[in-house]
């Protein structure tokens, strides 16, 4: 089993964890290089309302102005994952896996599998079918369903000599509203979602990253430091 590094970082600045993932992200890269065996780390947090452009998006799917962008009190970043554009908030977990893909024997493509696998398991205890959308990455609830298809988590990945940053961003109890002034992911025919407008309620957030960090151990193998 490899052993992770866990941090919760709370409610935190986007730029603040971005500048925190790259420090990480640096010493991954340094272990792995140096030949000194395994290191890992999985950082979750949420982040004030953030919209953030992956290195292949397209800035028209911001859709507002800057000065707009300060009414809502958003900031905005051009960076260095995959994807498009998507939005972090309070209510929304985030994790970023700056995990050896080597030393666990995947592929980036095996690897972001096992992210959506972890959340369609998630998402089953509560009852929710959830699944992949042909050439989309993500968490999709309705898929096939005319009018219907919806996200409920983004993926957007980085990595370098298969070492990642960057991961996932989880409507729990997300604020949707914010997703009207994107594109979200690009996609101008497709909904968002949070687990709380699917079930109706407010959700535990506590609650729900133990169940996460849970499934991170299984569908990884690792252990925590």
């Known amino acids: 089993m490899q052993q992770v590094f866990f941090e919760d970082l709370g409610l935190i600045d986007y730029k603040k964890a971005w500048d925190y993932q790259e420090e990480q992200f ?25 919209y953030t452009l992956g290195k292949s998006g397209a800035s028209t799917n911001l859709l507002i102005s800057d000065e707009m962008l300060k009414r809502i009190n958003a900031t905005y970043y051009h960076i260095n994952r995959g994807g498009d554009i998507t ?13 050896n893909l080597e030393t666990f024997g995947i592929t980036l493509k095996e690897y972001i599998h096992k992210l959506e ?35 409920i988590c983004a993926i957007g ?30 996609f101008i025919d497709k909904g968002v979602t949070s ?5 109706g ?7 729900v990253k133990e169940s996460l960090k849970a499934l991170f151990e299984d569908e990884f193998g690792i252990v925590y430091k």
């Not at 990642?164 to 409507?171: E, K, R, S, V, Y």
């Not at 407010?202 to 609650?207: A, I």
């Open 201 to 207: 309620k407010p959700v535990d957030m506590v609650s």
């Open 26 to 50: 640096e010493k991954v890269m340094q272990h792995k290089m140096a030949a000194k065996g395994d290191l890992h780390y999985l950082l979750f947090c949420e982040h004030p309302h953030v």
């Open 195 to 199: 687990l709380q407008k699917e079930i």
């Open 157 to 186: 990945v980085r990595a370098s000599r298969f070492v990642t940053m960057h991961g996932l961003a989880f409507n729990i109890n997300t604020d949707l509203n914010y997703f009207s002034y994107i594109n979200p992911c690009g």
């Open 117 to 151: 696998e972890i959340i369609i398991r998630f998402l089953k205890s509560y009852g929710i079918n959830a699944t992949r959308l042909e050439g989309a990455t993500g968490v999709w609830l309705d898929v096939g369903v005319a009018g219907r298809e919806r996200k």
């Open 87 to 99: 939005y972090h908030g309070p209510g929304q977990i985030v994790i970023y896996p700056i995990f």
